[in-house]
């Protein structure tokens, strides 16, 4: 890579330089970026600065405090590293390292997951809950648009916006994304480590089913309060889920064993053979190069938050000027 951008005119934000669009989320951008002061400045390392929107300033500034405090504490080999964060001109930043693949959410516009990569991808994604959990860190919103997947087939569990820790306890008002909302959230019950299990459990249930668990919309705050309490409806959909499923039928009942994210990666880790993994590799390369420019529509121009059919998604956008992409982004 010569240039930020891969070539493509740069923007200049404080001391870094932001290139190609990698991403757009409910509050931020995310482009590929290069410092041009140190420790940064002629620094080999791909990195991607996520900065705040700013027409949705100061509501968005919130999910930048909780990403950078959880952060800050948690280390795993599948959740980024933060290298830095800061402000410029009031408009908050984080900078991870740039995780070169996927959304999984875009990954499974293409059909579901075979069973071994759904368990490769869990397995992974346990992990990072555990690490999260050891240091005191609750996510709360996993969700496809949340899970990245490298070209080595690995996965990353990135969007620390809704994450608390013992510096900021307090969940933040949003709730997450309708088909996979954190129960506890849904039912304003206090959040504990079970429920980022049960968002696992209801991902895990999407990727091999084609849909959430929590049934189709619009109906989803109300099933995931329910399910807070009782979880028969949410499990009853789930007969046929592959050799794994009685690890699944554990993380969505309503009351997941503290632990289960160690055993559950330790278990399910243990019983993958490579090939899952070569498969995500191979689901990755094959992915189109689409650019986030697809996201707007008639409901995300006027700053709505809006799903889509399945419920996946919560978009929220503005007036996308000066969002255009510039080349060289898979995503
Ligand atoms: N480290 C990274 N490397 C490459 N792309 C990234 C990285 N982090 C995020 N992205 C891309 O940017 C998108 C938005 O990021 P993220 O989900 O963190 O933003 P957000 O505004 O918090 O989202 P949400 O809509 O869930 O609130 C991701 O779906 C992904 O495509
Ligand atoms: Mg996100």
Known sequence: MTAAGGGAAELTFGPWRLG??????????????????????????ALALKRALPFLLPAAAGAFEAETAALSRVQSAHVPRLLAAGEVAGVPY???????GASLRGLLTTG?????????????????????????????????????????????????????????????????TPAFLDP?????????????????????????????PLGPGPDWHARAAAWALDASGVTAALTGAGPHGPWLQRCLAADPPAGLASSLAAAVGAARDGAGRAQLARRVAASPKTLPSA???????????????????VTLSGDLHGLEPLEGSRR
Do not use: K, Y
């Not at 984080?94 to 070169?100: G, K, N, W």
């Not at 996201?295 to 998604?313: H, I, M, Y």
């Open 20 to 45: 190609a669009l990698l991403g757009l989320g409910g509050f931020s951008e995310v482009r590929r970026a290069r410092g041009v002061e140190p420790p940064w400045a002629g620094a080999a390392q």
């Open 94 to 100: 984080v900078v991870l390292p740039e995780i070169d």
């Open 112 to 176: 579901v997951l075979a069973p071994a990569e759904a368990a490769t991808l869990v397995a992974d994604l346990a992990g990072a809950l555990a690490s999260c959990h050891a240091a005191g860190v609750l996510h709360g919103d996993l969700a496809p648009g949340n899970v990245l997947v490298d070209t080595s087939g690995r996965a990353w569990l990135t969007d620390f916006g809704l994450a608390t820790c013992p510096e900021r306890p307090d969940r933040p008002a949003r709730t997450g």
């Open 184 to 212: 506890a959230a849904a039912a304003d019950l206090p959040r504990s480590a079970a429920n980022d299990l049960q968002q696992l459990g209801l991902l895990w249930a999407r990727t091999l089913t084609g849909r959430s």
């Open 295 to 313: 996201l707007p529509s008639a409901a995300e121009d006027r700053g709505e938050r809006v799903t889509d059919p399945s419920g996946e998604t």
